[in-house]
């Protein structure tokens, strides 16, 4: 939605993903932002305060109600774009497969993010590279350890 990718990039936020989605009973806007250094409380409320008169003056739900939520995508979210491959470069991932790879077992690998093209995706695991075809990539997100 142009409306939104323009008014969060002007405010110098990444525009990483919307969604419209019932939750609770009841219709959501979410917006997910991020920005170097990280999203807070105040961040999120500027943006939803940017945008919520525009939206409404756009209906972009054609009349129906919804709840306008902006939030930081989190630390553990799936990457969805390429800017979120590009940032995780040289950083440990997760990733997770549709099926395994001919010749083995596993649908679940864990290393680090070498680079992603338009075909394929590379992360290096114990020490040896392993290049995956984007089309057999369930999932990819950061790796986080407890």
């Known amino acids: 939605m142009p409306l939104?990718?323009?008014t969060t990039e002007k405010m110098g936020y990444e525009l990483v993903d919307v969604e419209y989605?019932?939750?609770y009973g009841d219709m959501?806007?979410?917006i997910y932002i991020a920005r170097e250094g990280g999203v807070s409380l105040d961040d999120c409320e500027a943006v939803s305060n940017a945008l919520d008169g525009p939206l409404d003056a756009l209906d972009p739900t054609g009349g129906r109600l919804y709840?306008?939520?902006v939030s930081s995508p989190g630390l553990d979210r799936p990457f969805k774009t390429q800017r979120d491959y590009e940032r995780n470069y040289g950083e440990k991932v997760e990733v997770k497969l549709?099926?395994?790879i001919k010749g083995t077992k596993t649908k679940l690998y864990e290393g680090?993010?070498?680079s992603r093209t338009d075909d394929a995706l590379t992360i290096e695991v114990d020490g040896e590279q392993l290049v995956i075809e984007n089309s057999l990539v369930a999932l990819v997100r950061p790796y986080i350890e407890f």
Do not use: G, V
Request: hydrophobic letters at 50%; aromatic letters at 6%; proline letters at 6%.
């Open 21 to 23: 989605k019932s939750m």
């Open 4 to 6: 939104i990718r323009e």
């Open 28 to 30: 959501h806007l979410i």
């Open 112 to 114: 680090t993010l070498i």
């Open 98 to 100: 549709f099926a395994p």
């Open 67 to 69: 709840h306008l939520d």
